[in-house]
């Protein structure tokens, strides 16, 4: 079994996206943030961010995707550093700056961090390191209407393919 990640820059949508996934498919959607204590490698206060270890998140991600019974969706700004063998489809959300601004006040992050997210978004980072990590890429602005039928018609394609493969 494999699993379809969902990537980007904090407060453009991934958790939103993912849920519909399982929702709509019938995944299973496995939340980064209920290990985040224990792949923490410290805390960086300058930023206000726990700093996991990714090789251990990756080890234990491998571990619940063999595991599985039913196809995982993962979420999270650094789901796209699973290696892509173990994965059907690599999904990168995006939205409009503004919105991505607006987004992330009301979860009151500071100045400095929004400012920091924002500039990820224009640099297109997760994008970017999925793509040089070799994942099967789309992307979603989930700022605009049709999204939800673009992410199920891909997915489902994906998971027919992989399904197919198997001979299934």
Request: aromatic fraction near 6%; charge should be positive.
């Amino acid at each position: 079994m494999k699993a379809i990640v969902v990537t980007g820059t904090p407060g453009t949508g991934k958790t939103f996206v993912a849920e519909y996934i399982a929702k709509r498919l019938g995944f299973q959607r496995v939340d980064i943030n209920r290990w985040k204590k224990e792949l923490s490698i410290g805390f960086d206060r300058k930023r206000n961010t726990t700093i996991l270890d990714i090789k251990k998140l990756n080890a234990k991600l491998i571990k619940e995707i063999r595991g599985s019974r039913r196809p995982l969706v993962i979420d999270s700004h650094v789901a796209h550093e699973l290696p892509p063998r173990y994965t059907l489809l690599c999904i990168v959300t995006h939205c409009s700056l503004k919105e991505l601004k607006r987004r992330l006040t009301q979860r009151k992050y500071s100045t400095a961090k929004i400012r920091e997210n924002l500039d990820a978004e224009i640099f297109d980072v997760c994008r970017t390191e999925a793509v040089e990590n070799g994942h099967s890429v789309i992307e979603i602005d989930t700022g605009k209407p049709g999204w939800q039928q673009k992410v199920l018609h891909v997915a489902k394609l994906h998971l027919n393919k992989e399904s197919s493969s198997r001979g299934v």
